[in-house]
C-alpha cells in the first residue's frame, strides 16, 4: 500500500515538473518523454485523479490544462493499455455512440472543407470556401455544449471534477481559435504565414480534444455512469441539438426506470401568501414570462430554472443539484464567484451584465434572494433579449387585430 501512496505521489511530482518546464517555454516534445517514463502504463483514469488532487492543492486549472497536449502526445502511443468498453459506441441514439458520430463529422469538415484550401491564402475562392468551412466547423459549440452541461455534471456527482475543468478550457480556448480565424480570413492586413499556422493549430487541437474525448473521457464515463443516467442524458441531449441528423431514440433493452424525486405530485397545490395555485399553474405561468430564471441556493447548487420557449443560454436537467461554479467554464468562473459573494454578503443587492449575442442584445440580471428576516436565500439570475423593447417607439394604446 505504501508503494502504490509513493508511486502516485512520486507521478503527481512529475506532472507539476512538467507544468513548470511547459510554463518556461519547454515546448510538448522536450517533456513528452518525462513524462511518458513516469506514466507508462498507468490508465488515464489515475492521471485524472493526479490532476484532480493537485488542483484541490490549490494547483490553478489553467495551469494543468498546459498539460492537454502531452496527454494526447503519449496515449497515441500507449493507448492499448486504456480500457475500452465499445458496446455503447454501437447502439444507436446511445449518448456514446452519438457523441462518436459527431466526431467523425468534425473530422469530415476539417478533411472536406478546411484542409484543402490552407495552402494557398491569397487565392480568393480558398478564402470563401474557407469561411464556409469556418462557418461548418464553428457548430462544434453543440458539441461542446453538450459535453459541459450534460456529461460534466455526472462526472462531478461522482467526485469527478478535475478533468471537467480542464476539458472545458480547452474546449473555450478553441472556441476562441476558430472565432479569431473568422475574423482574420479576407482582412487584407493580416499575415498570410501566421494565419496559416494558426488554422493549423486550430485543427490540430481539434483533432487533440476528439481523440481525449474517446480515449478517456468516454472509457471513464462508460465505467462510471449507470444506464438509468445514460437514458437521462440521451432524453436531454435533444434540448441542446445534434451534429449529425437521424439521431433515433434510445430506448434501454432492460426496463428503463427514472429515479423517484421529491416533488410535488402535478395535482398538488401550492400555498403562497398571495395566493393558491395548482403546481401546472405556477410551471406554467413560470415558463410564460418573456425571460429566463435560474434560482441558486444559499448553498451555490442550482435548485430551479424555468423553460421559456426562446431560452437564451442552454440549460438541461443534469444542472440541477450542481454547483453553481462547475457550471461556468474556468475561464470565468471567478465572475460568477464574486457576484455570489458580493449578493451573499450584501455588499450588493443586485448585479447586471449586457452583451450583443448575433442580432439579439443580452440583459443578464443578478439579485440576491432574501427572506421576511432579511436573511440570504439565495441568488435568482433573469435573462432576456431586450432588444425588441429597446426598438418600441411612439405609444400603443389599440388592441392589435393580429
Known amino acids: 500500500m505504501s508503494e502504490t501512496i ?3 505521489e512520486y507521478r503527481q511530482n512529475v506532472i507539476k515538473q512538467v507544468i513548470e518546464q511547459l510554463h518556461a517555454g519547454k515546448t510538448v516534445d522536450e517533456v513528452k518523454q518525462q513524462f511518458e517514463d513516469a506514466f507508462a502504463g498507468v490508465s488515464a483514469k489515475e492521471i485524472s485523479e493526479a490532476e484532480q488532487a493537485l488542483i484541490m492543492d490549490g494547483l490553478p486549472i489553467t495551469e494543468v490544462q498546459r498539460l492537454c497536449d502531452v496527454h494526447a502526445a503519449v496515449f497515441k502511443g500507449s493507448i492499448e493499455e486504456i480500457h475500452q468498453p465499445t458496446d455503447q459506441k ?7 455512440n452519438t457523441l462518436v458520430r459527431e466526431n467523425r463529422a468534425l473530422e469530415r ?24 468551412g469556418l462557418e461548418k466547423l464553428s457548430k462544434i459549440e453543440v458539441h461542446y455544449l453538450k459535453k459541459e452541461n450534460l456529461l460534466f455534471p455526472y462526472m462531478e456527482q461522482y ?12 474546449d473555450d480556448e478553441i472556441r476562441d481559435q476558430i472565432k479569431e480565424i473568422r475574423g482574420l480570413l479576407g482582412n487584407s492586413s493580416t499575415n498570410l504565414d501566421e494565419l ?11 483533432n487533440e480534444m476528439i481523440f481525449k474525448e474517446e480515449n478517456i473521457l468516454l472509457p471513464m464515463l462508460i465505467e462510471t455512469l449507470t444506464q438509468d443516467e445514460w437514458k437521462k442524458i440521451a432524453d436531454e441531449s435533444g434540448e441542446l441539438g445534434f451534429l449529425v441528423d437521424k439521431v433515433p431514440e434510445w430506448k434501454p433493452t432492460k426496463e428503463y426506470k427514472e429515479a423517484v424525486r421529491e416533488e410535488i405530485k402535478e395535482a398538488g397545490v401550492i400555498t403562497l401568501p398571495t395566493g393558491v395555485l395548482k403546481a401546472e399553474e405556477l410551471v406554467g405561468m413560470l415558463n410564460t414570462l418573456p425571460f429566463d430564471i435560474t434560482f441558486v441556493d444559499k448553498n451555490d447548487v442550482v435548485k430551479y430554472f424555468s423553460q421559456s420557449e426562446e431560452r437564451i443560454f442552454p440549460r438541461t436537467k443534469a444542472v440541477i443539484g450542481r454547483n453553481v461554479s ?5 475561464a470565468s468562473v471567478h465572475i460568477v464567484e464574486q457576484i455570489v459573494e458580493d449578493l451573499r454578503s450584501g455588499k450588493k443587492t ?13 440583459l443578464i440580471r443578478y439579485y440576491a434572494v432574501k427572506d421576511e428576516k432579511g436573511e440570504f436565500l439565495g441568488v435568482l439570475e433573469v435573462t432576456q433579449n431586450i432588444k425588441p423593447i429597446q426598438e418600441i417607439t411612439g405609444e400603443k394604446r389599440l388592441v392589435s387585430n393580429d
Open 109 to 132: 469538415i476539417i478533411e472536406k472543407f478546411i484542409t484543402p484550401f490552407i495552402s494557398d491564402l491569397t487565392d480568393e475562392a480558398n478564402i470563401t470556401a474557407l469561411k464556409d
Open 196 to 206: 496559416k499556422q494558426k488554422i493549423d493549430y486550430m485543427i490540430e487541437r481539434v
Open 6 to 8: 509513493n508511486n502516485r
Open 350 to 362: 443586485h448585479e447586471d451584465f449586457w452583451i450583443k449575442m448575433g442580432d439579439k442584445y443580452i
Open 326 to 330: 462547475n457550471c461556468h467554464p474556468p
Open 159 to 170: 467526485g469527478i471534477t478535475a478533468p471537467p475543468k480542464v476539458m472545458w478550457g480547452v
Open 90 to 96: 454501437e447502439i444507436p441514439g446511445h449518448p456514446v
